[in-house]
């Protein structure tokens, strides 16, 4: 319902402008009756384009005052007010004006000028006089109301509170209807006219001008340096590194892992540009790590000193790795100019850290990921029990490749149909791994089925749910960088996992080693699955928070870095300036998404797992649902919890990564805690 009236609404605001636009100008010109029927016209349209509009915004305010509330209390009040004194005034004046001769003035008296001989006489019907003030004024504010309608709607939505959005939108109403008052140019006055259209266009130039050069990121800022801070109702006075009394100072270089000690695990990863061929036979020119496409699977057990050295041997790219949804120390998180300097080329980076959780993590490049993710740079964690399962343990990673003929969704580099034969009776954990948006859609996540099985979700995101009950013919819907560990005991006959972008492709499993066996259909209508209401219920850990977030997110037009861009924006605005989040350590803290835009928003908190609270104001009914990637569709309300309790400066971002690029970062800044890294265009990084 959400898409369909926020889709609706953009259409509906366009066609106000329109309607209401050509009506101004009509009315801010020389009446005739031609004119003045077709501004009744108009004026008839509009009021029924607006009241779709009233209509549409009810459709809204079903899914949650939120969605609607600037519609109702800014947008709509702005256009009704001009339009009802149309109605009062200028209707019932455009109606006089029609039934009158041309050669009358506008109160209906006869129309004379000098004749020949002295005497006077009608005026021809050619001569025209302006609309009067009753219909201007009215006509034009409305036209004035509809634009700043479309500002609003593709430009600059409105946040709550909403008294001074509509203050301001009110003062500039006042204006434009003061300003309708003035009659267009005498016929002659054409100088006056282009005079006019040169200086706004001229106007409007510059304004673009300046937008632009003023959307460029700086050259060189800290990561610390953000203006607006927000302390989610909490203390304040606590951010660029101050603190408050008792609380001890750190930077992110102090808060790493075991600096000694004999590794349990020890991998080096080694970046470098390396030509991998896909199932099609498509050739790309990647980036990998150790010469594999998805790099090397780094499985280690629950408690385990990990070492990764990192390598760079990529000729002009800097790199390094995150480990997402590992919950590792600050200075490990692998974010360029965040919590470390990006690895040049020639150089090397040596991560350590204890693995404390169970579960399929991933790692990639944190340096301009959307370039680097997307060529390759990017493998499977998997923590597993100290104790040794059984059974077979697959890991799938769903990504799109770029190929020439556009991008393709494959399981690591298969983009046809794969295959595996797996003994009748074994336990199987298929992880799968989601790297990248869904190739096809802007407002679905990667959607994938299993088929050939009954199965459970065993895990979301690394955690185990409770009590997980058999499924059969759902539609796994995966965030971009979430996980699902599906598990099932492996029957006489196919299991197919599919990728509805790419149904030629999956991962066949089949019973014996015979290649012939064909792959079980694919449903494209499956029920979706829903993880707020799936497994055993469990209390609520949290009872009481100490900080309380509100993310809005928006799209809209807006210059960011110099360019003209489709963007996202939190809270309004686009990273550097975004708010910062504010914490102290051991707050139990509570962050609301809204989704107002278009777009699907999966949303990440670095070195952190929330639990899913509510959805929708509907109370999460399941297992406890604990997310590091929470996936936000158009027109979602989510509410998640979680302890701060890792002390850091974190990344708090969309994933999809070309969000990220386009400015939609925040950052989870523990009080107390600074980092001495920078970014931009004059440093080594770029995290986004």
């Known amino acids: 319902m959400y898409e369909f009236a926020a889709n609706a609404d953009s259409i509906l605001v366009a066609l106000l402008l329109i309607v209401w636009g050509v009506a101004g100008l009509l009315a801010g010109g020389l009446s005739t009756r031609r004119r003045t029927r077709a501004l009744l016209v108009l004026i008839g349209v509009g009021t029924g384009v607006a009241a779709a509009r009233g209509i549409d915004t009810g459709l809204l305010w079903s899914t949650g005052w939120v969605f609607a509330a600037d519609r109702v209390l800014v947008a709509l009040p702005l256009l009704a007010v001009p339009m009802v004194a149309t109605f009062a005034l200028a209707v019932p004046a455009l109606r006089r004006i029609a039934g009158r001769p041309h050669t009358t ?50 430009l600059s939505r409105p946040l709550p509170p909403y008294g001074a959005d509509m203050a301001i939108y009110a003062g500039v109403l006042l204006v434009a209807a003061g300003a309708s008052r003035a009659r267009s140019p005498r016929p002659g006055g054409a100088r006056r006219v282009l005079a006019v259209t040169a200086l706004v266009a001229t106007a409007v130039t510059g304004a673009g001008l300046y937008e632009m050069r003023t959307s460029r990121l700086p050259d060189r800022m800290s990561m610390m340096g953000h203006g607006d801070v927000d302390y989610g109702g909490g203390p304040g006075g606590s951010h660029h590194g101050r603190r408050a009394p008792g609380t001890p100072a750190a930077g992110v270089a102090d808060l790493t892992g ?9 991998f080096t990863l080694t970046a470098q540009e390396t030509r991998i061929r896909l199932g099609s036979g498509a050739v790309i020119d990647a980036w990998t790590y150790n010469g594999q496409a998805p790099g090397p699977s780094l499985t280690v057990r629950k408690g385990d000193l990990v070492e990764v050295t990192l390598v760079n041997r990529l000729p002009r790219e800097g790199v390094t790795i995150h480990w997402h949804g590992l919950d590792v120390p600050n200075a490990e998180d692998g974010v360029a100019g965040v919590t470390q300097d990006a690895v040049q080329p020639g150089g090397s980076h040596v991560y350590r850290f204890r693995a404390d959780q169970v579960g399929t993590f991933w790692y990639h490049t944190h340096q301009r990921p959307l370039v680097g993710v997307r060529r390759g740079l990017f493998g499977s964690l998997v923590v597993l029990p100290p104790e040794g399962a059984t059974g077979e343990d697959i890991t799938v990673m769903a990504h799109n490749w770029e190929r020439p003929d556009g991008p393709v969704a494959a399981f690591g580099t298969s983009d046809t149909l794969g295959r595996r034969p797996v003994k009748p009776g074994t336990p199987v954990r298929l992880r799968v791994v989601n790297t990248d948006r869904n190739a096809w859609s802007d407002v679905e996540s990667r959607n994938l089925v299993l088929v050939g099985t009954r199965f459970r979700v065993a895990a979301i995101d690394g955690v185990d749910l409770d009590g997980p009950s058999e ?190 690029a386009d400015g939609m970062v925040t950052h989870l800044t523990y009080e107390g805690v600074s980092t001495p890294y920078e970014i931009g265009r004059k440093t080594p990084n770029r995290p986004e």
């Open 105 to 154: 003035d506008i109160a209906g008296r006869p129309q004379t000028m000098e004749g020949a001989a002295g005497a006077p006489v009608p005026f021809p019907v050619s001569v025209r006089v302006p609309f009067p003030v009753s219909v201007r004024v009215p006509v034009r504010t409305t036209a004035a109301a509809a634009l700043l309608g479309a500002y609003m709607e593709y």
């Open 258 to 266: 075991p600096r000694t000690g004999t590794p349990d695990r020890a």
């Open 471 to 660: 499924l059969d013919g759902v539609r796994l819907s995966v965030a971009e960088g979430g996980r699902y560990d599906l598990t099932f005991v492996m029957p006489d006959r196919p299991v197919l996992l599919a990728d509805l972008a790419n149904p030629r492709a999956g991962l066949l499993l089949t019973p014996g080693s015979d290649g012939r066996m064909t792959a079980p259909p694919v449903p494209r209508d499956a029920p979706l699955f829903d993880p707020a209401t799936y497994g055993t219920p469990a209390p609520v850990p949290f009872t009481r928070f100490d900080r309380d977030f509100t993310v809005v997110i928006d799209d809209g037009i807006g210059f960011y870095d110099g360019a003209v861009h489709f963007l996202p924006t939190i809270n309004g605005h686009s990273f550097p300036d975004t708010p910062v989040q504010v914490v102290r350590r051991g707050d139990v803290v509570r962050m609301t998404f809204v989704n107002r835009s278009h777009q699907v928003h999966p949303m990440h908190l670095h070195g952190h797992h929330a639990l899913v609270l509510s959805r929708n104001g509907r109370p999460a009914g399941g297992s406890p649902w604990w997310i590091d990637t929470l996936a936000v569709q158009p027109g979602e309300t989510y509410e998640v919890g979680f302890l701060a309790d890792n002390p850091g400066v974190w990344m708090d971002h969309c994933h999809d990564l070309g969000h990220a």
